[in-house]
Each structure stands twice: as C-alpha cells, then as structure tokens.
C-alpha cells in the first residue's frame, strides 16, 4: 500500500516536472512580442534624436517660435 502511494507520488511530481521543463522551453524558444520591443526601441531612438535636435537648436527655435507667437497674438489683438 505504501509502495502504490509513494510511486504514484513519484509518477505526479514526474509528470509536474515534465510539463514545468515544456512550459520552460516554450517560454525561451517563443518569439511572439518581438515586434513590439523593436517598436518601442524606434520610438525611443526617435525621442532620443528629436530631444537632442531641440538641445541643440534650442535658442534658434525658441526664437522662431516667440517671433510667430507675438506676430500673431498681435495680429489678434488688433481685430
């Protein structure tokens, strides 16, 4: 009777462990949501560059951007 127990104890924990080693492998050797981390990776490289293009040109845009805004909260004013 103990013998019967301990070998179908023996036979489940096998079996538990088989299927974790599965599970293990298909977890390592799966490719799905690849896709998405290149995506995030481009964006991320995108932000990087716009950021770096804005550091670097900072006053010149800042300077555009005050002479529309004052041309056309002017011109707005005005009507």
């Known amino acids: 009777m103990m013998n019967n127990a301990a070998l179908m104890l023996y036979v ?5 462990l088989n299927n974790a080693q599965e599970q293990a492998k298909a977890f390592l050797n799966d490719e799905e949501g690849d896709t998405n981390f290149l ?3 481009i964006l991320l490289g995108i932000a990087l560059a716009l950021a770096a293009v804005f ?7 800042l300077g555009w951007f005050h002479t ?8 707005s004013a005005g009507e």
């Open 68 to 75: 529309n805004a004052d041309g056309f909260f002017s011109t």
């Open 39 to 41: 995506s995030v990776i």
């Open 12 to 16: 489940k924990a096998q079996n538990k």
């Open 55 to 61: 550091i670097g040109f900072k006053d010149q845009i």
